[in-house]
């Protein structure tokens, strides 16, 4: 196997009205400038905007994790959570094309917060740009530009990836990992 063969794309895990209901009633000015490991503000490297996912949509987002981890399993027959293992929790995040959004390469994985996998869920399709690109641009995703869509890979430092600037439009997502 390849690196790139641990990078998987599942569509349909979170249903479009779920998807759309996230979107509608969130509003701009919940969001706050996304910082980067300790928090630190700094937009030449990450560029977009973040907020916790609104409570009310936690079961759902829940449900869908559970499956696309049911999904990685089946895919990787030594891939194991152990009893211990829990997602971090929702994240909603916000591209925007007007500010050319985007999150230059990095990676997912914390000291403090040991990550196992890394899971963006894609709210919208009606943006342009967005893509991840993983191992210095040599392989690039759509960000499964399909709503409902969720890509998924492992944290650590071998999956060093970036969002590509968005160029049209809005890019809405959540993220979360799983510890």
């Known amino acids: 196997m390849k690196f790139k063969d641990y990078i998987k794309i599942y569509e349909n895990v979170l249903s479009l009205d779920v ?3 996230i979107i509608e009633t969130t509003t701009q000015d919940t969001f706050n400038r996304a910082g980067i490991g300790d928090e630190q503000i700094d937009t030449k490297i990450r560029n977009c905007w973040s907020k916790p996912l609104n409570k009310e949509f ?29 997602d971090t929790g929702y994240i909603h995040l916000l591209y925007k094309s007007s500010e050319q959004g985007e999150y230059k390469k990095h990676t997912d994985h914390f000291d403090l917060f040991p990550r196992l996998l890394s899971c963006s869920f894609i709210l919208n399709d009606n943006y342009s740009g967005g893509n991840f690109s993983f191992f210095d641009g040599e392989d690039e995703y759509m960000p499964p530009n399909k709503a409902g869509s969720a890509i998924v890979f492992p944290s650590n430092f071998c999956f060093p990836h970036a969002v590509l600037p968005v160029t049209k439009g809005e890019r809405h997502s959540i993220i979360t990992w799983i510890h």
């Open 58 to 86: 936690d079961k759902e987002v829940f449900t869908a994790v559970a499956k696309i981890l049911d999904l990685y399993k089946n895919d990787f027959k030594y891939f194991e959570l152990g009893l211990n293992a829990e």
């Open 19 to 21: 998807c759309n209901k």
